[in-house]
T-cell receptor, first 116, second 111 residues
Framework: DGGITQSPKYLFRKEGQNVTLSCEQN?????MYWYRQDPGQGLRLIYY???????QKGDIAEGYSVSREKKESFPLTVTSAQKNPTAFYLC???????????????FGSGTQLSVL | EDQVTQSPEALRLQEGESSSLNCSYT??????LFWYRQDPGKGPEFLFT???AGEEKEKERLKATLTKKESFLHITAPKPEDSATYLC????????????FGSGTRLLVRP
């Protein structure tokens, strides 16, 4: 089945530690995204990538980093500079052609990150 | 500033009791208005895209409508399995990669 796989489902971060969230898709989509979801708030865009080896900051990129070395993979690193990392992190993908993205986003099942 | 506001925050219905969820938006040059369903601990699942005022789309017990200022998600004769959080999002004409999400409406349908 085609889809987006996020791992792990739950992740705990210690003070001063960097952690990496995995996102893999087999939908052959060019565009991939990372969103952060906090209780009572809308999803906020952290980073997005339109194509391999290229990515742009979203609205809340500070304290996060990404890479896009393969079309299928878009890992997110939450660095120690992110002082309030506890949230539900969602990876998504969409088609993209000549700068126009597809009608809908396909989301993974999310990673819940908590601070120890 | 672009904004998407959903109301109510939470809604409890009896099975079969129809109602509507509201999504108000202030977005310059709307390129699309999206509805997603999200179950607890899961990622959102796409429901509808609306592009112009007056447009309507239906899927089973759900119908989405769009005006120049707001969108409604009408739920007709809901069932307990319709319980979820419903998210609304808007895309601007000049920002194809960015969606502005509302905070969602948590719907609980009791049998």
């Amino acid at each position: 089945d085609g889809g987006i796989t996020q791992s792990p489902k739950y992740l705990f971060r210690k003070e001063g530690q960097n952690v990496t969230l995995s996102c893999e898709q087999n939908l052959n989509h060019d565009a991939m995204y990372w969103y952060r979801q906090d209780p009572g708030q809308g999803l906020r865009l952290i980073y997005y990538s339109q194509i391999v080896n290229d990515f742009q900051k979203g609205d809340i990129a500070e304290g996060y980093s990404v890479s896009r070395e393969k079309k299928e993979s878009f890992p997110l690193t939450v660095t120690s500079a992110q002082k309030n990392p506890t949230a539900f992190y969602l990876c998504a993908s969409s088609t993209s052609h000549r700068g126009r993205i597809g009608e809908k986003l396909f989301f993974g099942s999310g990673t819940q990150l908590s601070v120890l | 500033e672009d904004q998407v506001t959903q109301s109510p925050e939470a809604l409890r219905l009896q099975e079969g009791e129809s109602s509507s969820l509201n999504c108000s938006y202030t977005v310059s040059g709307l390129r699309g208005l999206f509805w997603y369903r999200q179950d607890p601990g899961k990622g959102p699942e796409f429901l509808f895209t609306l592009y112009s005022a007056g447009e309507e789309k239906e899927k089973e017990r759900l119908k989405a409508t769009l005006t120049k200022k707001e969108s409604f998600l009408h739920i007709t004769a809901p069932k307990p399995e319709d319980s979820a959080t419903y998210l609304c999002a808007a895309r601007r004409m000049d920002s194809s990669y960015k969606l502005i999400f509302g905070s969602g409406t948590r719907l609980l349908v009791r049998p």
